[in-house]
């Protein structure tokens, strides 16, 4: 287990010192440059303290949640929480007041659920351009989480580790939309899955994690 993360962990450090030298470096030129005028350098090394500070506190999101709403017409709501773990992220669904059966459940381009149908979170969020799968297939659109099932009592639960997802870079889910469906979604139609309307919306957010206690 060590060794399986030894070596990325290494080159990420590695990766993550080159672009600190290289924004670092950029820094100091500026910095050179204003010198001449005290004060100024002051100023710029305040602000380059808060861009740092953001920077770390970006890259150590381990949680993300998604509070869903209903569609007009709909009574579908519940609570979606995305969590880092070792071998991914681990997307743990709760919902309410579905219709039994399947339900196509993707992550979509826009964290925009202001139109009353929720078109307005546009389509499956996608990247790496891809067509569009299963949860489980190498290639897919990054958002294709496939199906959440509501018992008879119109409740769905949904507890998988996915590998496409990330919380930062191209592939990030951070301010993404989320959908369910009206109808389940079957997997290889192109590109929507044929999942029907959309009964509930909710947009990702960043959320306490277990690192935030030890900021
Ligand atoms: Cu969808």
């Known amino acids: 287990m060590q060794n399986k993360f030894f070596v990325p962990a290494l080159a990420a450090a590695g990766l993550i010192s080159f672009a600190a030298m290289g924004y670092w470096a950029q820094g100091a030129q500026q910095q050179e440059q204003q010198g001449k005028t005290k004060g100024t350098r002051g100023r710029q090394q305040g602000r380059e303290g808060q861009v740092k500070g953001a920077m770390a506190k970006g890259a150590a ?35 309410h007041h579905l219709a039994p059966g399947k339900h196509g459940f993707h992550i979509h381009e826009f964290g925009d659920c202001s139109s009353p149908d929720a078109m307005s979170a546009g389509g499956h969020f996608n990247p790496q351009m891809s067509e569009h799968a299963g949860p489980d297939a190498n290639m897919r659109h990054v958002g294709d989480l496939g199906n959440i099932e509501a018992d008879d009592s119109g409740h769905a639960h949904y507890d998988k580790v996915d590998t496409h997802i990330r919380f930062f870079g191209p592939a990030s889910i951070i301010g993404r939309g989320l959908i369910i469906h009206e109808k389940a979604d079957d997997l290889k139609t192109q590109p929507t899955g044929n999942a029907g309307g959309r009964v509930s919306c909710g947009v990702i957010g960043v959320a306490k994690g277990a690192d935030s206690a030890a900021r």
Do not use: L, S, W, Y
């Open 61 to 95: 999101i381990t949680k993300a949640i998604a509070v869903m709403h209903p569609t007009k017409g709909q009574k579908v709501d519940g609570t979606v929480t995305f969590t880092r773990v070792e071998e991914g992220i681990r997307v743990q669904a709760h919902i």
